[in-house]
């Protein structure tokens, strides 16, 4: 490390972490200093347009640039901060600053759960650091925990809240009763979702986060394109409403439980992104609005619970300043946290992924539907923990209600087949895991 001498940034991106980073980097000089021994400039920012007029003041002899050539190819900047997103012009910018002998800080889950290994070759290649601590959960320093203060454990699961959009829309329809459409409006009037939402009500945001987390909590690459993704686009207010009777709510979540018998380390991860009903009781259902939460279980640490901001400009651009921190100190590269290269992970199918489900069907209100019903589960060995038959006969039934033990998806979804095909169903089922209490709390 050059002690005393300015460590030197561009900045790809001038949004609303770009800004909270430069916001940060003027409130915070002073601390910032004392931390990394010296001071962080920022010397260039790329931009799409750099006539535009900005409400965020440039940091002081700061010059905008369109061509990220002048990033990487000035000698006097030590470290590129990719924070414009999206995938190809951030990969060639990632790709072309480490073939130049920079180092990088990014915030791009996206980019980091399609072509992580890659980057993080070329990274231990040139030997650079790539750190990506805003990349999941915001504020919250998981990466970090990760990646170094449980190295010395055996991770055993990973559960949590990863996307504060459609936590924030799940928790109005819950607690205010809204239905989904009135949450996803009223979000995207609060700035929590963007105008075109596919990419957090969806789950494939959380999806990003996951495949980053599973890297880092045990070493193995879980190709994005097998991870199974179920978002809340389709959640209605009867299913929040039902399962609050039963004493649940319905959380977005992403989890990955390593299970013995696979070929690496002699696991196999069972992994997805999906709607679940968590008991009220437990601290994950309790977490509302916007904000993150992840449980990380593991040998020697037992439980740990994560939980606060997981976006936002000031709560993600922290994050990235704590990576700029960790560059200007000159610490050495532990991008990953593993020595080695990622192996592919052996990976449990989706259908065979056992669980205790919450099952609505829409029936007639007739005699003998739920004999018929319970029969269609009896012959797919599922056994029903629970029922409840609720409302009155409308357009499309009533609703009937099951809470099943342990089993699997595929015998769910074999079971439900055979109550469409004998024709006992009024409309498309629906159907949640519930997450055991041992998981989440």
Known sequence: MNKGKPLNIGLAGFGVVGSGLCQLLA?????????????????????????????????????????????????????????????????????AA???????????????????????????????????????????????????????????SLVGI???????????????????KQALR???????????????????????KL???IRLAFGLDYPLDKL???????????????????????KLIGQVTALKNGENNGIILAAGVFPALVHQNLLLAKVGGAY???????????????HGRGAGSLPTAGAVLADLIAVARGEQPNNTGFAADFPKATILPADDWRSCYYVRVMVEDTPGVLRDISGCMAAENISVAQMIQKGEMAASGVPLVFMTHETSQKAMLNALERASRAGLLREAPVYFRIMERDQVN
Request: aromatic share 4%.
């Open 292 to 306: 993150n939460a992840l449980r990380v279980s593991a040998n020697a640490s037992g439980p740990l619970f994560f």
């Open 162 to 180: 990863l996307n504060g959009t459609s936590n924030y829309i799940l928790s109005e329809m819950s607690t205010n009763g809204l239905d989904f």
């Open 228 to 250: 199974a993704v179920t978002g809340i686009r389709n959640l209605s207010a009867m299913d929040i409403a039902l399962a609050r009777e039963f004493g649940y709510r319905i």
């Open 186 to 208: 009223q979000a995207q009037e609060l700035g929590f979702a963007e105008a075109d939402p596919s990419l957090d009500i969806d789950g494939h945001d959380a999806a990003h």
């Open 211 to 213: 495949i980053v987390l």
């Open 27 to 95: 409130e915070n000089a002073d601390i910032i200093e004392k931390r990394a021994g010296r001071k962080i400039i920022v010397r260039t920012i790329l931009v799409r347009d750099a006539q535009k007029k900005r409400e965020v003041a440039l940091p002081a002899g700061t010059r905008l640039t369109t061509d990220s050539a002048e990033l990487v190819n000035d000698a006097d900047i030590d470290a590129v901060v990719e924070l414009m997103g999206g995938i190809d012009a951030a990969s060639a910018l990632i790709v």
């Open 98 to 156: 480490l073939e130049h002998g920079k180092h990088v800080v990014t915030a791009n889950k996206a980019l980091l759960a399609s072509e992580g290994p890659k980057l993080f070759r070329l990274a231990a290649e040139k030997d650079r650091i790539l750190r990506y601590e805003a990349s999941v959960a915001g504020a919250i320093p998981i990466v970090a925990a990760l990646k170094e203060s449980l190295t010395g454990n055996r991770v055993r």
